[in-house]
């Protein structure tokens, strides 16, 4: 999960949107990017990636439009747990963060 933070206010351009919702579809294309979009309250937006490092979020982020050209000027990247019905919403994984499985 990226959490994008620190918008510029007021200063987004039909080209930078236009180039980024085509990066994001690229994305979404290819399975990197599962979910995204901005909150409600106009201060953030956040992204759901399916990568196997943060790494890679990494690089899928800094090619990103929004975050090379500094809209975004931060963000913050979680690793979590997918909890659903495969893997009985992980009931017999341990929440301890020592005992976490990439």
Not at 59 to 72: A, C, G, I, M, R
């Amino acid at each position: 999960l990226v959490i994008l933070k620190d918008k510029r206010k007021g200063e987004l351009s039909n080209d930078l949107l236009t180039n980024h919702v085509t990066y994001l579809k690229g994305l979404s294309q290819q399975g990197s990017l599962k979910l995204c979009g901005p909150f409600v309250d106009d201060d953030g937006a956040f992204m759901v990636f399916q990568s196997k490092s943060v790494e890679g979020v990494e690089v899928l982020l800094n090619n990103d439009p929004f975050v090379y050209e500094k809209y975004y000027q931060s963000y913050e990247i979680k690793e979590f747990l997918e909890a659903n019905d495969e893997n009985n919403w992980l009931v017999k994984i341990p929440q301890t963060k020592g005992n976490l499985i990439d």
